[in-house]
């Protein structure tokens, strides 16, 4: 059973083989510096790829040292385990598909290369491990609401960022990317004819089957988004506007949901769809700030968001428990097997680089006052917030003279880094948060200072100050 389930420990075999086999310098030769790419399938079985033709694979004498790799693999290994570039349809897609992960790479003395790659095949979280490409212009700050675990006051953080950043005159587009569970929108629009014709879902699906680029700049203009009735109760200097991720007239809801994650029919991933509506919607309503809201858990949009959307800031909402830290650890483990996540990446709106480390900033959600069984509880979970932080943060060098200046290494006190947490503190109306159905949860004194030490920072980080520079 283990030879089926131990996948990390089975690719950690293969490395091995590279690593001392010695008839590796004469597989070497035989790839003449492409790489080798193993495959796993949408079954979790394995079959190695090789950039040379069948007849140059059997004239080698390599034979031994791919026979000693299948042996590695063993029952994930498929059969025929090889696979060469003239046996593929379409081959070079093997090669530049851009989620292929390095497993092993070593150079020798003459400069020649030796690598082993690995490319997934798998229907969903596949985007958490594919980096961001240049970013174009954005028409918008972003700011992405994400977190493992549910109930932990998400979406009125949310909502309560966005009428401070109307307040000072922002115009703030509000999205519901939380497409199984969708509801954000419900607290901020009225159901029925509050709700525009469409949502989300139906934009993408309408790209998705080819409709015309300036019927979807209109749709995203007049019938994907809707102003808030909370602009005019509130008086608003800016407006909020709502993208749902249903209309009133959205049909078969369930049956697109199914099928948006698809690379549509004319090549676009689900990661460019998504963008491209931002970044339509953005441009047609003039939006300042974007907001959007993922599913909680380790979901297919969070990774679009999180990893391919280049935000601004993203935050990660957590309570300190076990179950919180064990599930960030897990994901950053698995963000750990393509450090080139972790590279800056040009950006034309910016001089500086977007990094997706840098975007992170952790929120303390529905934080307990300190007393009886919470006191001790802030300095918790700063401690667990930095040591959990710290798998995705490069190795502290200490006084070393010969620090790498790119490596991202913030202190556990350092109040600017991810893991530094901005504190929501807990009140019960945050049990049932809905300011359009009670709108005196928007002017109560405690609610509002529950969010008082969120807000600052966040609108901060996200440029946002009065007009008068305060």
């Not at 092993?104 to 490319?119: H, I, K, S, T, W």
């Not at 934009?203 to 089957?209: E, F, H, I, R, S």
């Amino acid at each position: 059973m283990a030879g089926l389930l131990d996948w990390k420990s089975v690719e950690d075999a293969l490395v091995e083989v590279l690593e001392q086999n010695p008839q590796s310098d004469r597989l070497r030769a035989l790839l003449a510096g492409e790489a080798l790419i193993l495959v796993r399938n949408w079954y979790g079985q394995l079959v190695l790829l090789l950039p040379c033709h069948r007849d140059e694979l059997e004239r080698s004498p390599c034979g031994p040292l791919i026979d000693a790799l299948k042996e590695k693999a063993g029952p994930l290994a498929l059969s025929p385990w090889t696979l060469c570039r003239d046996e593929l349809f379409d081959a070079e897609s093997y090669w530049a598909d851009p989620s292929l992960l390095q497993l092993f790479g070593e150079e020798d003395a003459a400069g020649n290369v030796l690598e082993l790659l690995l490319l997934e095949r798998q229907d969903k979280e596949r985007d958490w491990l594919t980096p961001t490409g240049s970013s174009t212009v954005n028409a918008a700050k972003r700011c992405v609401f994400f977190s493992v675990k549910g109930g932990v006051g998400r979406s009125a953080a949310l909502i309560w960022l966005a009428i401070a950043c109307a307040q000072r005159g922002r115009r703030v587009l509000v999205v519901d990317g939380d497409f199984e569970s969708p509801g954000l929108s419900s607290s901020l629009l009225p159901r029925g004819d509050g709700q525009p014709a469409y949502g989300v879902i139906d934009w993408l699906t309408a790209q998705a089957l080819g409709a015309d680029p300036e019927a979807l700049e209109r749709m995203a203009l007049e019938h994907t988004v809707e102003l808030s009735p909370l602009n005019a109760r509130l008086a608003l200097q800016g407006e909020i506007w709502v993208a749902p991720a249903y209309g009133n007239h959205t049909q078969a809801y369930v049956a697109k949901l199914a099928r948006i994650y698809r690379q549509s029919p004319d090549g676009k991933a689900y990661a460019q769809r998504i963008n491209d509506f931002l970044l339509a919607t953005e441009k047609q309503h003039r939006i300042d700030i974007t907001l959007f809201d993922c599913r909680a858990g380790i979901d297919d949009t969070a990774a679009v968001a999180i990893t391919q959307l280049q935000a601004d800031i993203s935050f990660l909402f957590a309570i300190n428990t076990s179950q919180t830290w064990d599930s960030y650890g897990l994901l950053f483990k698995h963000l750990q097997r393509n450090r080139a996540l972790f590279a800056s990446t040009n950006s034309e709106a910016d001089d500086e680089p977007w990094e997706l480390r840098r975007s992170l900033r952790l929120v303390s959600a529905l934080t307990p006052q300190e007393h009886g069984p919470y006191v001790g509880y802030w300095d918790a979970l700063q401690q667990n917030a930095y040591t959990t932080f710290s798998e995705i943060y490069d190795e502290d060098s200490g006084e070393d003279s010969d620090e790498d200046p790119q490596a991202f290494s913030p202190a556990p006190d350092d109040t600017d880094a991810p893991h530094a947490a901005l504190c929501i503190k807990w009140v019960d109306a945050l049990r049932a948060f809905n300011p359009l159905a009670e709108p005196g949860q928007l002017t109560d004194p405690l609610n509002k200072a529950a969010f008082d030490d969120f807000l600052g920072p966040a609108m901060a980080l996200l440029g946002c100050v009065s007009r008068d520079g305060r």
